[in-house]
């Protein structure tokens, strides 16, 4: 259905990239796959002539592939941006900006959505890829752009170990049936601090069953908090509840996220029609540094794990 509609309104559709007539013009290509599924299409991309890729997050399953990725993109002359919008999201750019204005400010990122336990599975099984390479790689990507954090930089990684920040649970793999039945584990909430090399602090915390509301909460030295920016503001809750109640089955992050998307796309395509950089839009090497600490903070955090048991 939604290709005939897409169709009736001019629009191409098509089963392959390689299916469609190789680019002569400057052409941007979008790619929102699935996650396993971006290095073979980001490929395809880049033979069709592709100028510009703009990648969703996490671009590629691991490091390793997304550095072939942007070592192919680099010897075409391909640039290529990641759909990370909390890095231009306006709840966290006022929580940066005032950062900037208190002396050893300490930001703390709490990221929600909000999945019902028994939906879980297949949250787990669709985003097989785990917590700290899909959702929480918003806040990670974060971490790489505005606080210099990288896998070298990191001093100290501290994993708050109380359940009701951080819980990892085995669930059932929808589809599957004794005795051939499979379980995923992974994350249903983390939360953590890390300290870089030259003493910059921030935290992090991501909640699968949180609810709607996320924030960017700034303490002072003392660990005062100096203001908490949450999103969606009050009035943007109202007009989600509306599209919400008009989609039931959409998950509601999708409408929380939208706009921002949309920001984003934009400030990408404007920059290269005018021939610049698009300030704060995370590129393919912040995400390569933001995939190396999901793997490390996945690790490190299953260590710790393991200790407590």
């Known amino acids: 259905k939604l290709v005939e509609q897409l169709e009736a309104a ?9 299916k469609t007539p190789q680019f002569t013009k400057d052409t ?15 490929r395809e991309c880049v033979d069709q002539g592709a100028k510009i890729i703009y990648l969703e997050k996490p671009g590629a399953p691991s490091v390793d592939s997304l550095q072939e990725m942007a070592d192919l993109a680099k010897s075409k002359g391909v640039k290529v941006y990641l759909g990370y919008n909390k890095n231009v999201t306006p709840y966290v750019q006022k929580a940066l900006k005032l ?3 208190i002396d050893n400010s300490h930001i703390t990122f709490c990221h929600n959505n909000s999945y019902a336990t028994n939906e ?20 990670l990507a974060l971490l ?6 990288t896998v070298d930089t990191v001093q100290d990684f501290s994993l708050n170990t109380n359940s009701l920040f951080t819980e990892k649970l085995s669930v059932w793999v929808p589809g599957t049936v004794v005795p051939d039945d499979k379980y995923i584990s992974d994350f249903s909430r983390i939360g953590f601090a890390v300290t870089t090399k030259s003493g910059t602090s921030v935290s992090v915390m991501a909640d699968r069953c949180g609810g709607n509301v996320s924030f960017a909460a700034v303490k002072d030295g003392n ?7 949450e999103f969606p503001d009050e009035e943007t809750q ?6 919400c109640a008009k989609d039931p089955e959409m998950m509601p992050y999708f409408f929380v996220q939208s706009d921002d998307y949309l920001v984003l796309k934009n400030l990408v395509i404007d920059s290269f029609l ?16 933001a995939l190396k600490l999901a793997e490390h903070f996945t690790e490190e955090a299953g260590k710790i794990l393991d200790k407590e048991m």
Do not use: W, Y
């Open 99 to 101: 950062s900037k204005t």
């Open 223 to 229: 660990g005062v908090l100096a203001e908490k920016f």
């Open 144 to 149: 790489v752009s505005f606080f210099g954090v």
């Open 274 to 289: 005018k021939g610049e950089e698009p300030e704060n839009v995370a590129t393919i090497q912040v995400g390569i540094e």
């Open 10 to 18: 001019g629009v191409t559709c098509t089963d392959s990239i390689a």
């Open 238 to 243: 109202k007009k989600v509840e509306a599209l």
């Open 28 to 42: 941007m290509c979008l790619i929102a796959g699935r996650t396993p599924d971006n290095p073979k299409l980001f």
């Open 120 to 139: 879980l599975n297949e949250c787990f099984t669709r985003n097989s890829e785990g917590m700290l390479k899909n959702m929480a790689i918003h806040e």
